[in-house]
């Protein structure tokens, strides 16, 4: 497949199908998220596959995702957000239990961090951050390749996720993906237009 089709072709998916995703192809997404730039030259990156129910609801259990509420309760709060943007959450955040729950797999991706987070001053200490997210969006593409998708999901409780998942003390989650076969329900949401003229700046702003 061309670069420029995967790259249409990947979208967040928050409803999945009940069907396995091949080894094969979540080995060769990996294979393909190992080859992002890296800003120490060590790709220090790492992937854990989650298949079992209990480690999923156990994840859901730190991340509070129980207590999610519904659409309803939800209009008031993005009232006077962009319409494209309230379209987007209204769709997102009560699926946010089922999609860990209902995906065949959910991948979660670790980093060794620079600088602790908390101790970050300048972008540049980001620089592990920025390089975990190129390995991602390899890994995004490369799915998107095979008609796999799926939704970078962002832990707030990590040290908790952290500990059910025994990652090592000094490396950090950069994201949870539940991934898998895009279900006929799932909505497709509008994207942003972006006017390419009014973003690209010559020499400068
Ligand atoms: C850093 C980051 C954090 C995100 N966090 C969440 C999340 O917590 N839950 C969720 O359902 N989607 C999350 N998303 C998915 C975005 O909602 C989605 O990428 C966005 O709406 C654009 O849609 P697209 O990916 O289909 O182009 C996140 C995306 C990014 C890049």
Same mark, same amino acid.
């Given at each position: 497949m061309e670069l420029r089709d995967a790259i249409e072709k990947r979208q967040t998916i928050r409803d999945f199908q009940n069907m396995e995703v091949p080894r094969d192809i979540i080995n060769y997404a990996i294979e393909n998220a190992f080859k992002a730039p890296s800003y120490n030259h060590l790709r220090e990156w790492d992937f854990i596959i989650i298949k079992n129910l209990e480690s999923k609801l156990s994840l859901i259990k730190a991340e509070n995702l129980d207590k999610i509420s519904s659409k309803v309760g939800l209009e008031s709060v993005f009232e006077k957000e962009a319409t494209i943007m309230k379209e987007m959450y209204l769709d997102a955040i009560p699926k946010?239990?089922?999609?860990?729950?209902?995906?065949?797999?959910?991948?979660?991706?670790? @980093?060794?961090?620079?600088?602790?987070?908390?101790?970050?001053?300048?972008?540049?200490?980001?620089? =592990?951050?920025?390089?975990?997210?190129? =390995?991602?969006?390899? @890994?995004?593409?490369?799915?998107?390749?095979?008609?796999v998708f799926g939704v970078t999901y962002i832990p707030q409780n990590i040290e908790i996720v952290k500990e059910i998942l025994r990652v090592p003390d000094n490396l950090e989650i950069a994201a949870i993906i539940p991934i898998g076969y895009r279900d006929n329900s799932a909505k497709v949401l509008k994207q942003k237009t972006i006017d390419l003229i009014g973003r690209i700046h010559i020499d400068n702003w």
């Amino acid at each position: 497949m061309e670069l420029r089709d995967a790259i249409e072709k990947r979208q967040t998916i928050r409803d999945f199908q009940n069907m396995e995703v091949p080894r094969d192809i979540i080995n060769y997404a990996i294979e393909n998220a190992f080859k992002a730039p890296s800003y120490n030259h060590l790709r220090e990156w790492d992937f854990i596959i989650i298949k079992n129910l209990e480690s999923k609801l156990s994840l859901i259990k730190a991340e509070n995702l129980d207590k999610i509420s519904s659409k309803v309760g939800l209009e008031s709060v993005f009232e006077k957000e962009a319409t494209i943007m309230k379209e987007m959450y209204l769709d997102a955040i009560p699926k946010q239990k089922k999609m860990i729950l209902n995906a065949p797999l959910v991948i979660v991706v670790v @980093f060794k961090p620079k600088t602790k987070v908390l101790d970050a001053k300048k972008i540049y200490d980001l620089n =592990c951050l920025a390089s975990v997210w190129a =390995c991602i969006e390899n @890994f995004l593409l490369s799915l998107a390749e095979h008609d796999v998708f799926g939704v970078t999901y962002i832990p707030q409780n990590i040290e908790i996720v952290k500990e059910i998942l025994r990652v090592p003390d000094n490396l950090e989650i950069a994201a949870i993906i539940p991934i898998g076969y895009r279900d006929n329900s799932a909505k497709v949401l509008k994207q942003k237009t972006i006017d390419l003229i009014g973003r690209i700046h010559i020499d400068n702003w």
